[in-house]
Nanobody, 124 residues
């Protein structure tokens, strides 16, 4: 059974960078679309970035465009979220998600696998 294990996160100052990682167990990693979502206190979980299973197509929420980058390393069965120029409003619990043969879209309910979540706190 495929499982997602997240790492990274922490507390930083505004303008700093962080990288989140999501390692996947199992040999079928390359067949999964990947995405990152986040959930701030009192808010719904929202889409941040997605990558198609082929790795050829990515999409981003408007709030993170030009600052965040999603990418994968198939040799390490890992997907990453590079977060630059962090802002206090980026503070949230971040979740990675996977959808077999998916296109990395924005709909939360299309993803069948989820990581455990990791806290990112950005101070002004």
């Amino acid at each position: 059974q495929v499982q997602l294990e997240q790492a990274g996160g922490g507390s930083v100052q505004a303008g700093d960078s962080l990288r989140l990682s999501c390692a996947t167990s199992g040999s079928t990693f390359s067949t999964y679309a990947s995405a990152w979502f986040r959930q701030a206190p009192g808010k719904r979980r929202e889409f941040v970035a997605g990558l198609s299973w082929q790795g050829s197509s990515s999409s981003y929420a408007d709030s993170v465009k030009e600052r965040f980058t999603i990418y994968r390393d198939n040799a390490k069965n890992t997907v990453y979220l590079q977060m630059d120029t962090l802002k206090p409003e980026d503070t949230a619990v971040y979740y990675c998600a996977a959808d077999r043969w998916g296109n990395g879209g924005t709909r939360l309910d299309t993803y069948e696998l989820w990581g455990q979540g990791t806290q990112v706190t950005v101070s002004s």
